[in-house]
């Protein structure tokens, strides 16, 4: 039996014995990709629960579990989980790691000891942000935000949040810095940037944003914590500093943060659509400027989070402007997912399910999101449920979803496994109901009036939140569903061979099922685009042994 | 394996131009009114900066890296031209904001408007 | 990792054989890997001098006041010391390329120095400044009492001590970079022949120098005509 990537590694210092600090060590991408899905998904669950918990609350008016300050903790930690510990890093240091590699046919990333050097200031970041909640002064009560002059106020142990936060940053520049010079120099020969598969133009679009973006959040909350320390002045108004400013500089990142966190998702369901229609990609390039062009756009329309917030009229009209070119390359991307179904042999797989189900929430997330990048409208909608629901339906049903059609697809890939596709589909069901039924009424209570981040509200608003309840229950009953057949899959799965689903790209071309540790027997020489197929069949076919094509 | 001899004056010659236009910057202040000064100020500095960069840091005939250098500059160019020509240019409350009219406002500033300043 | 590294060979349809890039010796992927991190250290400058900008365009006459305060001679001291630190640094990359590993050295040597009369410069000055009353966290920079100086002056007080200072921390690293260089030379690891690490070192020192650059005269010079040299 041939050795797999789960039976030998490379590691970081030495070669240690035990298993455990081979794991500790390791430098091998597969292998710290799943390490932090491990933790990421950890992290997600509290944050779930966290979330759970002020559902209860929520579910009549008045005070019932939980008082107000606790409940604006919580919201603070579920937003501070999701966003730095689980989106953010999310598909890049998951994926990226453990697939992008291997699709472009290298044996690993360019810096593999930064990479589990950057593993570990993830953990290292999280530590702190999770050591805050031990403390006395509690965890930080002021929104993920961390809007002045408020946080600069608050008597909670916010230090400790924004320097988790910027620590993480720096492990998120270094994972797309490693990313860009791999997809650079480590591409497999003939393959030029227009052969890579959609996933690699995802991750690639998605560290520019990484590189260039999250340098400014980051010293935007050393700005903030020196103020709090030395008083500086920058963000305080009784010294003449402008709140306005700090929301500037944290929406410079935090706006292209959430194309950072879209775009590989995207990547994902380019992948997925033409395997399971089983015909070549519609707009190929398209799709991969479209990326290209989000992340770009994406760098100039930060200021639609600030229209309430004093800034000049003439800025807000050209940032309204701006977001709403947001909406042109997404909708290309749309065109060219639902042209490549157009004739071709749709195979509903569980993957497939998620990529669809995608495709109707995220529709409704982001047409949402052009209403509220609408100036008047915004006035009436800004800090509402609804604009709850809409980054809810944009992250969770677009990002989230994406990334769990992700973890079906490449299940097999990863594991050499295969989960119990009939439980897998009714997670998938159970989910796709319970999320429209948790956000959907949050349209509604927002339209009508009903303030995000309050824990108490007006009885009118009880039928919306009750339903959102149901839903919630629904949701988390189908996310466990769903971990449980992974688990099942993983332990008691049937094997497959290395290419289960009939895909073209080069991650399914290994010797061996799980992948052995550097990958490719050979590096193939790739003349051929991504998604080939012929009446429904993968064209490229090669000879696993020596990585030459033999169709 | 490079030419010691032949290099170095590349550097020497560099470091001569960096240490006129040092000089420049002292002169300027009082060729130009305060407010031409600074874009005078940050005009040499772009040009030591560009010195530096082509000769000390090797950029010259690196296409890849300098295109990457020049977007990434132009992204730091659109948020300096969206926050301060198209924002705070045209700050409408600065009557009445308590950050640009702070003489009304708080006692303190007053006083030591009036005081003489340390040297 | 140790060992020789020999570049794989890929092979295409018609016999051809192409060399593999591997992710060992790539020397250019280690200089564009070095190039991309220095584009952070632009941006997160960048957003500095954006705040800087921002302040100065709300209360312009009081960033000249402040900065006529500056001590010039010391400044302008620095400035020259930066320079010829990044000749010192440049000359010693040479070196290390030209294969006199010995004359590398000392270069590195006398960057280090020079790094460190940076930082004692720098902390003469603040000194004068802390003693003048001026320092964060001191009545002057503090709202709402005798002593505090108007808004403008606080926010070019705040930003000036901020981004020296995290200038200053950036010395400090280039310093510890240098000595780690030092060692791995001692043990072999840089060589003529594999140069990487020294390069990136070099190139970090510049990009240090060049932020300096523009510090340099967006603090002291804006306010010199009306301020002479002397300062606090």
Redesign the interface.
Known sequence: MSKSYFDETHCAIGHPKSTFMQWMLTVDHKRIGLMYAAVMFTFFFIAVSTALLMRFELFAPGQQFIDGDTFNQAFTLHGVIMIFLFIVPGIPAVFGNIVMPLMIGAKDVSFPRLNWFTFWLYIFGSAIAIASLFTDAGFADTGWTFYAPYSLNTGTNVIFTLVAAFVLGMASILTGLNFLVTIHRLRAPGMTFFKMPLFVWGIYATAWIQLLATPVVGITLILAIMEKYFGIGIFDPSKGGDPVLFEHLFWIYSHPAVYLMILPAFGIMSEIIPVFSRREIFGYRTIALSSASIAGIGYLVWGHHLYTSGMADIAKTVFSLLTFFVAIPTGIKFYDWIATMYKGKIILSTPMLWAMGTIITFAIGGLTGVTIAMIGVDIHLQDTYYTVAHFHYAMLGGVVFLFFAGMHYWFPLVTGKMYDESKAKIAFYMQFVGFNLLWFPMFIAGFLGMPRRYFDYLPEFQIYHQFSFFGALLFIAGLVFMFWVFYKGWTKGEKVGPNPWHATTLEWHMPTSPPPLENHSKVPYVDFDPYEYHHGEPVVKFDYETMRRID | ????KS??VM??KV?VG??LL?AV??V???LFE??A??PA??F??VI??WL??MF??HLKGEK??SV??IF??A??L???I???V????????KDES???A??HT????T???AAP??? | MAHEYIPEISTDRDGNEHVVQGWQDDFYGGKLGFWLFMFTEVLMFGAMFLVLTYYNMLHPADFVTASASLNRFLGGTNTVILLVSALTMGLSLLKMRAGDVKGAKLMIWATIILALMFLSIKAVEWTAEYNHGVFLGLDALQSGNAHSKPFGEILFFGMYFTMTGIHGFHIIIGIGLMVWLLKRINAGKVSPEHHILHWNIALYWDIVHLIWVFVFPYFYMIGAASGGTGGH
């Open positions: 394996m490079i030419d010691y290099e170095r550097y020497y470091l960096l240490l040092t910057t002292f300027l202040p009082y305060a407010g000064n600074l100020q940050m040499i500095a030591k900066a530096i960069l000390y840091m890849l890296i990457m250098g990434s500059l992204i730091v659109v948020f300096f969206i926050v301060l198209v924002d705070v240019a045209n700050f409408q409350f308590h950050i640009t702070p003489q708080t006692t303190g500033v006083e030591n408007v300043v340390k040297h």
